[in-house]
């Protein structure tokens, strides 16, 4: 029944490691995201995927990669991983990129 | 970039009274959204507005399109104990934008 599911909901792990977090939105949906909540809990995009296609890439280091493998689909890769990367990560999915977002869950990444 | 002004940034309230929070921009927004988030949880959509001057109600909450598209504002009327949360407003700019722009959230706590 989840509309946008991702995993894992917690993520600890070291300085220098490479890790994954999955998402999946079975809204049929044509947009995908990624957004970034910090301690104070601002919400900033990262990346925007319409149909496979990036379309918005903020200034975000390129430690960070997202891959789509369908629309369904959003993952996002992140190399290195460094102290400051402890936050949030919200995946989120609309029909158009002018419809409200719907959210996931969200991941906490802890880096050690 | 675009950035909203939510206010306040935090509201303590007793149960059973009504709340009012804004947001405003510089810039002019096409879709005013308000998304409300519990702990460990991901942005819930509550209202969606996309014409200027409009006033939707949602239960007990109630939102309204500013007439210059540059602001918008949420209010809870009877608050209750599970109105607790952080309230974000979030603006789209028009078509195919791809960008949701959120403010830095209103967190209400409500005192039974």
């Known amino acids: 029944d989840t509309a946008v599911s991702q995993t894992p909901k917690y993520l600890v792990t070291q300085m220098g490691n490479d890790k994954s977090i999955k998402c999946e939105q079975n809204?049929?949906?044509?947009?995908m995201y990624w957004y970034k909540q910090d301690s104070k809990k601002f919400l900033k995009i990262m990346f925007s995927?319409?149909?496979?296609?990036?379309?918005i890439n903020e200034t975000v280091p390129n430690r960070f990669s997202p891959k789509s493998p369908d629309k369904a689909h959003l993952n996002l890769h992140i190399n290195s991983l460094e102290l400051g990367d402890s936050a949030v990560y919200f995946c989120a999915s609309s029909s158009t990129g002018n419809s409200p977002l719907h959210f996931g869950n969200g991941t906490r990444l802890t880096v050690t | 970039g675009q950035q909203l002004n939510q206010s306040p940034q935090s509201m303590f309230i007793q149960e059973g009274e009504d709340v009012s929070m804004n947001c405003t921009s510089s810039?002019?927004?096409?879709?005013w959204l308000w998304y409300k988030q519990d702990p460990g949880e991901g942005p819930v959509l509550l209202i969606a507005l996309y014409k200027a001057g409009e006033l939707t109600s949602n239960g007990r909450l109630t939102a309204q399109f500013g007439i210059t598209r540059k602001d918008s504002f949420l209010n809870i009327s009877a608050s209750i104990p599970s109105d607790v949360g952080i309230y974000f407003c979030a603006g789209l700019m028009g078509a195919g934008s791809y960008q949701l722009t959120f403010g830095k959230g209103t967190k209400l706590s409500v005192i039974p």
């Open positions: 809204l049929g949906h044509d947009t």
């Open positions: 810039s002019i927004f096409n879709t």
């Open positions: 995927y319409n149909n496979k296609e990036l379309i």
